[in-house]
């Protein structure tokens, strides 16, 4: 009996631990830097609060103690501490954890933690360059992944990058999809869904219809209607 007990109190402490720690753990609160720029009327609440966060965000300029992220007009202040490299690039991703603080009236970002990383377009490259020739499914997993960054930053040079992903991987689904009409009526809606070039929508829309004109009992008439809207 008493060693029983002494084993239910043991796992009442354990558990008591565990719960504690689990909420330690989750006091830095992670956010993106467009989920935080939305919260931007609860600025001064958080600072208040002494709420810490952790988001991404890219590296605009830098003076001496403080420096600028992109799409975020607030300051990020370093303490002792915590030191930039020398050789920051414009657009280095910066992990970042800490508090908003208010001083006479005025908001800055008081960093507690910070992590350097490389470029979107650098990070996207070296992704895309581990990826299998023949992986259709990760090329356009890691196109959605940096999708919302690109359109968040407006960045045209890592949109250019997404869709040559996106072009890569509809091009292999599509030449999995050789011969066989419902596949490649898939690949057709995802092209077009994706707005990708004209060019190859066109070309996969003639192979689409060849491959219906060589199916038995086609009908013929409205499959020419079908051509007949094609461009070329």
């Known amino acids: ?12 402490i354990a558990g008591l631990w565990l719960l504690t720690s689990g909420t330690r753990l989750t006091s830095a609160q992670v956010i993106s830097v467009s ?3 939305q919260q931007k009327t609860q600025w001064k609440t958080f600072a208040e609060d002494g709420r810490k966060l952790q988001f991404e965000g890219r590296f605009e300029g830098r003076t001496a103690e403080a420096f600028q992220l992109h799409k975020f007009d607030v300051t990020c202040r370093l303490p002792s501490n915590i030191k930039l490299p020398d050789r920051m690039r414009a657009g280095q991703r910066l992990d970042v954890t800490g508090k908003f603080v208010s001083t006479d009236g005025k908001l800055s970002f008081l960093i507690s933690r910070l992590v350097v990383r490389d470029t979107d377009i650098e990070n996207i490259t070296n992704l895309a360059a581990a990826i299998p020739e023949n992986d259709s499914d990760k090329l356009m997993a890691l196109a959605d992944e940096f999708l919302p960054t690109a359109e968040f930053y ?7 990058e997404i869709v040559a992903l996106q072009t890569r991987a509809v091009t292999l689904k ?4 050789s011969g066989d009409l419902q596949q490649l009526r898939i690949v057709l809606a995802l092209i077009q869904s994706l707005n990708l070039n004209q060019q190859l929508r066109d070309s996969l829309q003639f192979e689409t219809l060849i491959t219906e004109w060589q199916q038995a009992g086609v009908d013929l008439a409205a499959l020419l209607k079908e051509v007949q809207k094609l461009d070329g």
């Open 1 to 12: 009996m008493r060693s029983h007990l002494i084993q239910t109190v043991s796992f009442a």
């Open 174 to 177: 599509r030449k999995l999809a």
């Open 154 to 160: 407006s960045d045209k040079a890592l949109q250019q």
């Open 35 to 37: 989920e935080l720029v």
